[in-house]
């Protein structure tokens, strides 16, 4: 099996002043690299395949990096590697949507998710900042769920979940449920395979994820307990903020987390159930402890 990973990005727009003292935009490419501005991740994909499929999903990966809302790429990475560990079998998270239609009712609702498998008011606030922050990151915050305290060594990268893919027969089953609920799109299915592999960690208490789409306004909340819980307007249509924040527990192995996060082959074998929208009781009551 190969991991085909892909990932675009661009210089940022540098800040220049003109005879009229206004600041606008510009981009010189024989500037000087001290002084260019950081790089903006515009989107990444990935997944675990065999050989014959590269050259069809290297396409496919192209022509997504070239078509996002976030802008042009002047660079699109690619990566193919061969995967020499077998990867762990795990099962996709059940799926459910809670009702929700104001960014405010999404805050009562992250809250009340959180605190669920006790998680601190203090770990909140602090992943709240992260996930609203317009300077968005690579990867994931990871916080302590009880100190609150961030412990992700590289803060402009955050952590990475890498190395995931979906069997052939699970991606028609996950299709499957999700088109019952008008939901089967590339970006909800990678979403499920991404918070699937992090939920499988065991010390991860939960996950908080906002996409930095602009016009995606649905992010989720996931953890093995809970499963995938699906939150509409949890954004602003428009804004660029967005992010992701892996809880672990205060006594997680951290550099063991992110060594099973980045380098560890997952793939799911199977999926759950896709239920209808739910509203939060309904979510809390479903949950197991
Ligand atoms: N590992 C860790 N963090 C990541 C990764 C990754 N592989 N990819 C992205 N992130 C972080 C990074 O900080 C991004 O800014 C942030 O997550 C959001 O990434 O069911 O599209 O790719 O409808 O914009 C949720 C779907 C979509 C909800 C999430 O995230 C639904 C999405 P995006
Ligand atoms: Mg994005």
């Not at 799109?185 to 906002?210: F, G, M, N, Q």
């Amino acid at each position: 099996m190969w991991s085909i990973r892909m990932r675009a990005s661009k210089q940022g727009a540098r800040q220049r002043t003109t005879r009229l003292g206004r600041r606008t935009p510009s981009r010189e490419a024989n500037a000087d690299p001290q002084t260019l501005p950081p790089v903006v991740h515009i989107s990444g994909a990935e997944g675990i395949y065999p050989k014959g499929k590269i050259p069809a999903i290297v396409q496919e990966y192209i022509t997504r990096a070239r078509i996002h809302p976030k802008g042009k790429p002047d660079s699109i990475v690619i990566t193919i590697e061969k995967i020499r560990q077998k990867p762990e079998a795990i099962f996709a998270l059940p799926i459910a949507t809670v009702e929700c239609s104001s960014t405010s009712q999404a805050s009562t609702i992250i809250k009340r998710l959180l605190s669920k498998p006790g998680i601190s008011p203090k770990a909140i606030t602090t992943a709240m900042h992260i996930v609203q922050n317009k300077q968005t990151i690579r990867g994931a915050a990871l916080i302590l769920s009880q100190s609150g305290r961030r412990v992700d060594p590289d803060r402009f990268r955050g952590v990475r979940a890498s190395r995931m893919g979906i069997s052939r027969t699970a991606e028609h089953a996950l299709s499957a449920v999700l088109n019952q609920q008008a939901i089967d799109t590339p970006t909800v299915r990678e979403a499920i395979i991404l918070a699937s592999k992090v939920a499988s960690c065991d010390d991860v208490v939960s996950e908080l994820c906002i996409s930095d789409d602009p016009d995606y306004t649905t992010g989720y909340i996931a953890s093995k307990k809970l499963g995938y819980v699906r939150i509409p307007c949890i954004k602003k249509k428009g804004s660029k903020a967005g992010g992701r924040v892996f809880f672990l527990s205060d006594e997680a192995d951290i550099p063991a987390v992110i060594q099973y996060m980045e380098k560890t082959p997952v793939m799911i074998t199977s999926v759950s159930t896709c239920h209808c929208i739910s509203t939060i009781d309904e979510i809390i009551d479903r949950y197991h402890q």
